[in-house]
């Protein structure tokens, strides 16, 4: 069995691998060639099942945990994964909450002090400040007084609106990241769908991933340790050039 063929790898990228961690140490024969058993190549096929919904760093570490026989690290980290997958099919639906409905007032075309602010949207001073503080408002300083741009009208009308939704603060802080980033509501708006989109083939990438891992956990908690008899693979015809 060709342990890099089946995946369209090369026989460096399984030295690599070998070499980061994420695959066991292969045994040596007598005369120095690598020997592969099943438990690389499953080892191998759950490192690889991992990354399109983990990421490389993230798949890595897991594996790694896996191999030095610390699960429970393993799956803190897939537990972790899967906290910040939630945390942003919240995110996704918090703005598109948000973009839905209108506004308060008329749009701000000049810049606002925060009690005029305040007054717009109802509230005290002193939760403007707060929200500063939680880096959902990043006004500017006048003679030592905040001045709200336009846009940070903007994103504290949407801040208002989140908050009466029950989101937290950091949760809105990170909702009006995006929308920074992305130029206003109106840009983000139109990438929504391809937002959730993406969110869904990672979902599955990750159940995927998980399942493989699942599969080799369940193998080497039954089978013998890696390099012991049975079903040896082997890297491939270039391992000969360099053993």
């Given at each position: 069995?060709?342990?890099?063929?089946?995946?369209?790898l090369?026989?460096?990228?399984?030295?690599n691998?070998?070499?980061?961690?994420?695959?066991?140490?292969?045994?040596?024969?007598?005369?120095?060639?690598?020997?592969?058993t099943?438990?690389?190549?499953?080892?191998?096929?759950?490192?690889l099942?991992?990354?399109?919904?983990?990421?490389h760093?993230?798949?890595?570490?897991?594996?790694r945990?896996?191999?030095?026989?610390?699960?429970?690290?393993?799956?803190?980290?897939?537990?972790?994964?899967?906290v910040?997958?939630?945390?942003?099919?919240?995110t996704?639906?918090?703005?598109?909450?948000?973009?839905?409905?209108?506004?308060?007032?008329?749009?701000?075309?000049?810049p606002?002090?925060?009690?005029?602010?305040?007054?717009?949207l109802?509230?005290?001073p002193?939760?403007?400040?707060?929200?500063?503080?939680?880096?959902?408002?990043?006004?500017?300083?006048?003679?030592?007084?905040?001045?709200?741009?336009?846009?940070?009208?903007?994103d504290?009308?949407?801040?208002?609106?989140?908050?009466?939704?029950g989101?937290l603060?950091?949760?809105?802080?990170?909702?009006?990241?995006?929308?920074?980033?992305?130029?206003?509501?109106?840009?983000?708006?139109?990438?929504?769908?391809?937002?959730?989109?993406?969110?869904?083939?990672?979902?599955?990438?990750?159940?995927?991933?998980?399942?493989?891992?699942?599969?080799?956990?369940?193998?080497?908690?039954?089978?013998?340790?890696?390099?012991?008899t049975g079903?040896a693979?082997r890297?491939?015809?270039?391992?000969?050039?360099s053993?």
């Open positions: 069995m060709d342990l890099a063929r089946p995946h369209g090369s026989a460096q990228a399984i030295r691998y070998e070499r980061a961690g994420v695959i066991p140490p292969a045994g040596r024969t007598a005369s120095g060639y690598r020997i592969y099943g438990d690389h190549v499953g080892a191998l096929a759950a490192y099942g991992l990354i399109p919904g983990y990421g760093s993230t798949a890595g570490e897991i594996m945990a896996v191999l030095r026989d610390d699960v429970d690290a393993a799956l803190a980290l897939i537990d972790a994964a899967h910040q997958s939630r945390r942003d099919r919240d996704v639906a918090a703005v598109a909450a948000a973009l839905v409905e209108a506004p308060a007032g008329p749009p701000s075309d000049r606002l002090s925060v009690g005029a602010l305040a007054h717009r109802d509230l005290t002193a939760t403007l400040r707060k929200w500063e503080r939680a880096g959902i408002l990043t006004p500017e300083r006048a003679k030592g007084a905040r001045v709200y741009s336009p846009d940070d009208v903007r504290a009308e949407l801040a208002h609106l989140l908050r009466r939704g989101y603060l950091d949760h809105i802080a990170a909702v009006i990241e995006q929308v920074r980033a992305a130029g206003g509501p109106g840009p983000l708006a139109a990438s929504i769908e391809q937002w959730r989109e993406r969110l869904t083939v990672r979902g599955r990438a990750m159940l995927t991933g998980s399942a493989r891992l699942a599969e080799f956990l369940e193998r080497t908690n039954t089978a013998p340790p890696v390099g012991v079903g693979a890297l491939g015809d270039q391992d000969r050039k053993r």
